[in-house]
């Protein structure tokens, strides 16, 4: 009987093992890309002006969300060369791939560094295929570019297939590699968006107005602000409304909440979706570079005039198309109000680092006067605009002068 129990006891734990040890495994994979989602946007076959062995290639993210390339491959027919991916390509982004090092393209951060087979200069092919092996993006030839100028080839449209030989053209712009764009809009895009002002400051961001000016496309009759996506935007920075212009000019009204942020914004830039357009796919505009106050000099002088003075200069907003500054503005009395009516007559002055007049809102022989309530000793200024005579400077002054309070 013991000896029995031993075998069963045996025969149990060896059937456990067995049915744990081939247990079905399940290995849980992400959704497949789609094609096109991202795609070959530059290629620098030729190298650049410092050596012909600093090729570059940069993908571009035709959609509105983050794609991650772990697993993923570019790869020529030959997988010479045969360059395996990582990390994360942003929404309606860019991917950089240098050859050799990070200074092949100077001042612009590689995602992804090789030191593989230089590519032909005669002629490729290249792949990208997803971590599925899925074929995303094919270029079968070098449709532009010039070797001996390093003049990098572009793609036209990103929605294109990259076979097609009219969607492809020779760069126009220079970089400090020759001409060509890396981490930018194509020179040669078809459907492009360039934002102006190109660039703002931390102080400007709040009520700026940015015109997205559309080329080879119009925009939506019925576009919304949903369809206007913000991209690596500072902290604290929405969309407060947009306007239809007309229909290749959309303009965009930035709000701010005031959070304050020490370093600079370089990659900001602004997605249109395809639904606001009249075309097909999606389209960013150019980086519009946001420096941190740590840039700015700007002061707000409180002027008085015997017992009467301003409490608050605050400034809300600029917008930097039409030079208007925005700012509230609290003004006070010592005079006795009991049972009476302050008026307050006063002038704001802006100036430069070098104490020029470049904006200002009234004048000491023709003030601007705000009544406050009876018996009130404090009138508050709201949304003020002060239009200027320049772009607002990295250094400049806001001065507030209460010229005199008249009782009644």
């Not at 096109?36 to 410092?50: D, F, L, P, Y």
């Not at 015109?211 to 991209?231: C, F, M, P």
């Amino acid at each position: 009987m013991k000896t029995i129990k031993i075998w069963l006891t045996f025969l149990l734990l060896f059937l456990l093992f067995v049915v744990g040890l081939f247990q079905p495994i399940t290995i849980e994979k992400g959704q497949a890309a789609a094609y096109k989602a991202v795609v070959i946007n530059e290629i620098a076959w030729m190298g650049t002006t410092v050596d012909y062995n600093d090729e570059w290639i940069e993908l571009y993210n035709n959609t509105s969300s983050p794609i991650s390339l772990n697993g993923w491959v570019l790869e020529s027919h030959n997988r010479q060369p045969q360059i395996f991916l990582s990390g994360t390509i942003p929404p309606n982004g860019y991917y950089l791939i240098e050859r050799i090092d990070d200074n092949t393209v100077p001042g612009i951060p590689a995602d992804k560094i090789y030191n593989s087979h230089l590519l032909d200069n005669g002629g490729e092919t290249l792949y990208l295929r997803d971590s599925y092996g899925t074929t995303i993006d094919v270029v079968n030839a070098w449709y532009a570019g010039d070797y001996y100028e390093k003049i990098t080839m572009e793609r036209k449209d990103s929605t294109v297939d990259g076979t097609v030989s009219s969607n492809w053209g020779s760069s126009t712009l220079v970089y400090n590699g020759g001409k060509g764009t890396p981490k930018e809009i194509n020179s040669v895009s078809f459907r492009r968006i360039i934002a102006s002002p190109k660039s703002l400051t931390e102080i400007t961001l709040n009520g700026n107005v940015i015109a997205l000016n559309l080329q080879a496309d119009t925009y939506s009759t019925s576009i919304t602000s949903s369809h206007i996506q913000l991209n690596n935007p500072p902290p604290g920075t929405t969309i407060r409304s947009i306007e239809r212009f007309n229909d290749y000019t959309v303009h965009v009204t930035l709000d701010h909440d005031g959070t304050d942020f020490d370093q600079d914004y370089i990659d900001f830039n602004i997605t249109v979706l395809d639904a606001g357009l009249v075309g097909n796919g999606n389209i960013t505009s150019n980086k519009i570079p946001v420096s941190s106050n740590e840039e700015l000099e700007g002061v707000q002088n409180y002027v008085t005039t015997g017992t009467s003075y301003p409490t608050l200069i605050e400034m809300t907003g600029y917008n930097s198309r039409d030079r208007i500054l925005y700012l509230n503005s609290t003004l006070r009395t010592n005079l006795d109000v009991t049972g009476k009516t302050a008026t307050f007559h006063y002038v704001i002055k802006i100036y430069d680092g070098n104490s020029n007049t470049i904006g200002e809102f009234g004048n000491l022989s023709s003030p601007y006067s705000e009544t406050a309530q009876a018996g009130a000793s404090e009138v508050q200024l709201k949304n003020i605009q002060v239009s200027l005579s320049q772009g607002l400077p990295a250094a400049y002054r806001i001065v507030v002068v209460v010229e005199s309070v008249d009782l009644n």
